[in-house]
């Protein structure tokens, strides 16, 4: 578990951002988590649903990524595609989906919840989800985001997403219109 997370240098993140792949790499770097970082995963990975709330700087989103990589590989043994929906707030969403490739080793797809941005990511995942993403708060207020999932799961189901994390949630769990 305490090699769970990748640790790329930006010029291979940006490589994956601009290829949307990790086959260009001909190997991925292995980081090593913090006791505290490998506890959080744990943690995460047994409680199945959880809150974690450590203090700044202690390196959440590292954790997040190991989690999402074990879960990966987990499902990979199982013959199975992982993905997951990570949301935070539109101004991180650039620093988290970098932070996400470069310990996860994978593309992670943008999304903000525009309009516009919704419906293409609609149109381009409507069988089948090619990425995991990192999404605006917005998403979960979407109609056009909640159709999607709404349909994906009449028409498969499935959950097009098998995790769901919600960073910087005070904002958006503790405000009652969403």
Known sequence: LKHMIADLNLDEVYTIMETKSNDTLSKIPEGTL???????????????????GDSTGIGKTVEVAALCNLLETIYYNKGKDFKFLYLTEKTLIPQTQEKLIRFTGNYIQDLYGEKR???KFVDENYESLQYSVVGAHSLLTNDIFQTYLSSFYSDTGTCPFDLLVIDESGSVLANTKT
């Open 34 to 52: 913090t006791n505290l970082q490998t506890t959080g995963t744990a943690m995460m990975f047994f409680a199945k649903r959880c809150v974690l």
């Open 117 to 119: 941005f919704v419906q």
